[in-house]
């Protein structure tokens, strides 16, 4: 792990909330970016190049990356990878109540 994991795991850890529950055993072990885009690699490159989540994802640890999947992650009716998260494509705005007008 980088020392900046490190350090963020020890903050998230020692939040009171998390303190008080299950969340107090999670560890972040990598966080995967992209690097700038170059001459060479105009879309960059993923940094690490292979990581997984290893309680889901074992199948894929020797080979693929988040990013190969969670890339493909976008909210309905969108057509540009963009969030990185499948929990949007199912989130939908809260109904406005109707407004009820009195004469």
């Given at each position: 792990?980088?020392?900046a994991?490190?350090?963020?795991n020890?903050?998230y850890q020692?939040?009171?909330q998390v303190?008080?529950?299950?969340?107090?055993?999670y560890q972040?072990?990598?966080?995967q970016?992209?690097?700038?885009?170059?001459?060479?690699?105009p879309s960059?490159?993923?940094?690490?190049?292979?990581?997984?989540?290893?309680?889901?994802?074992?199948?894929?640890?020797?080979?693929?990356?988040?990013?190969?999947?969670?890339?493909?992650?976008?909210?309905?009716n969108n057509?540009?990878?963009s969030?990185?998260?499948?929990l949007?494509?199912?989130?939908?705005?809260p109904t406005?109540?109707?407004i009820?007008h009195?004469?």
């Open positions: 792990m980088t020392d994991t490190i350090r963020l020890s903050q020692a939040a009171p303190q008080a529950s299950e969340f107090k055993y972040l072990i990598t966080t970016w992209s690097t700038p885009p170059n001459p060479g690699s960059g490159q993923l940094t690490p190049e292979i990581s997984a989540n290893v309680t889901m994802e074992s199948y894929i640890q020797p080979s693929s990356s988040c990013n190969n999947c969670h890339s493909m992650a976008m909210p309905n057509l540009h990878k969030d990185f998260s499948y949007f494509k199912f989130a939908k705005s406005a109540p109707a009820q009195k004469e």
